[in-house]
Nanobody, 114 residues
Framework: VQLQASGGGLVQPGGSLRLSCAAS????????MAWYRQAPGKQREWVAT???????NYAESVQGRCAGSRDNAKNMVYLRMNGLKPEDTAVYYC?????????WGQGTLVTVSS
């Protein structure tokens, strides 16, 4: 599985952004997708999981501000982020888990600053 994340950029505090992640392969509907982020000088942390049944789980730090979704027909997963805060600044990565194997994309940078 190859992953390509996009949609990052510079956004002002309080703003919104939608991240996208394109996945290769023919088993996307069986693939659990997740978003992680890594802020400068910090460890990578889990943000959200979008399950194969489209069920979603979110980290407490983004709960109520983020909405994950997936489009199995397009092999895409999304993360809509609202009410962005400076502390959301990080490189955001998408991760795929298929049959016990994990795959990572290259990351997209989100900078929240005025």
């Amino acid at each position: 599985v190859q992953l390509q994340a996009s949609g990052g950029g510079l956004v002002q505090p309080g703003g919104s952004l939608r991240l996208s992640c394109a996945a290769s392969g023919s088993n996307f509907s069986n693939t659990v997708m997740a978003w992680y982020r890594q802020a400068p000088g910090k460890q990578r942390e889990w943000v959200a999981t979008i399950n194969t049944d489209a069920g979603r789980n979110y980290a407490e730090s983004v709960q109520g501000r983020c909405a994950g979704s997936r489009d199995n027909a397009k092999n895409m997963v999304y993360l809509r982020m609202n009410g962005l805060k400076p502390e959301d600044t990080a490189v955001y990565y998408c991760k795929a888990v298929l049959w016990g194997y994990s795959y990572w994309g290259q990351g997209t940078l989100v900078t929240v600053s005025s």
